[in-house]
């Protein structure tokens, strides 16, 4: 049996990855402080492309830190 694929979040909900958002940020961040794949938290590759470049401006702008341990 084949193993249903994770709806897109932003796809779903018709939104953008904002830098500002923090709680919505730390969702696609490891413990380590990386960037979760697209096949772990189910997003599209267009909207996981808009998350890592939101992800990495948050951080450039010291609202998400770059590690975390």
């Not at 084949?2 to 923090?22: E, G, L, M, S, Y």
Request: charged content about 30%; overall charge positive; proline content about 4%.
């Amino acid at each position: 049996m084949a193993k249903q694929r994770k709806q897109c979040f932003f796809t779903k909900k018709n939104i953008r990855p904002d830098f500002k958002d923090v709680s919505l940020m730390q969702r696609y961040i490891t413990p380590w402080g990386k960037i979760k794949e697209g096949r772990d938290t189910g997003t599209c590759a267009k909207c996981q492309r808009q998350l890592s470049t939101a992800i990495k401006r948050a951080r450039f702008l010291a609202i998400l830190p770059y590690s975390t341990r």
